[in-house]
Structure formats: structure tokens, C-alpha cells
Nanobody
Framework: QVQLVESGGGLVQTGGSLRLSCAASGRTFSSYAMAWFRQAPGKEREFVAVIIWSGGSTYYADSVKGRFTISRDKAKNTVYLQMNSLKPEDTAVYYC?????????????????WGQGTQVTVSS
């Protein structure tokens, strides 16, 4: 059974940085796309970034491009989201997700597994 466990959220000031981690277990992820989504209060869950586990290709939402970096450590079965130059509008619960697809996937409905989420709050 696939498990995704996020960590690293917290409270940070505008302009600060955080690194989120997603520890994945339960199978090999060589044919998976791994992504981060976020959901702010009263809003729909939105795509943030995705990485292809095997080849390492990445894709970002325009709102985070140039500020966030997604990466993975195959040996640790962990996906990271390095978030720099944080803004109050980045405040949300951040979720890690896995899709059994070997390609860039941005739609929430195409993801098969989800973590429980970690809160990120950026104060102004």
C-alpha cells in the first residue's frame, strides 16, 4: 500500500524559505509522476509542481516558477519542494501526490495517492 507522508511545513515571514519533504513507501516509483499541490481556505486544490521519478523532468505552475524547486532522492524515496521568496498568497495546506503515469500530470483527478498535507503559513 502506497503511503505518502509530508513534513516541513510551518510559519515563515514574507521572503523566507521552507523545504517540504514527502516520504514515499509501499512500492517502487519508477513509473510514477510525483507532485505537490496546495489548497488555501475556500479555494480549490491547485497544482504546484511535478517531477517524473525516473528521468527527473519537472514542470511548475506559473505562480511558483523561479521561486520553488521540486526534486527527488531515489535512495531515500523522498520528494522535496524547496520554496524560496515566499509570499502571503503561498499560504495553504500543501499535499504530496503520486500518479501511475510516466509523464507530466497536472490534473488532481489523475493522481492516485495523496498525503495528509502540511500547513504552510506566510505572514506579511
Amino acid at each position: 500500500q502506497v503511503q505518502l507522508v509530508e513534513s516541513g511545513g510551518g510559519l515563515v515571514q514574507t521572503g523566507g524559505s521552507l523545504r517540504l519533504s514527502c516520504a514515499a513507501s509501499g512500492r517502487t516509483f519508477s513509473s510514477y509522476a510525483m507532485a505537490w499541490f496546495r489548497q488555501a481556505p475556500g479555494k480549490e486544490r491547485e497544482f504546484v509542481a511535478v517531477i517524473i521519478w525516473s528521468g527527473g523532468s519537472t514542470y511548475y505552475a506559473d505562480s511558483v516558477k523561479g521561486r520553488f524547486t521540486i526534486s527527488r532522492d531515489k535512495a531515500k524515496n523522498t520528494v522535496y519542494l524547496q520554496m524560496n521568496s515566499l509570499k502571503p498568497e503561498d499560504t495553504a495546506v500543501y499535499y504530496c501526490a503520486a500518479a501511475r503515469m510516466h509523464g507530466i500530470v497536472v490534473a488532481t483527478t489523475l493522481y492516485d495517492y495523496w498525503g495528509q498535507g502540511t500547513q504552510v503559513t506566510v505572514s506579511s
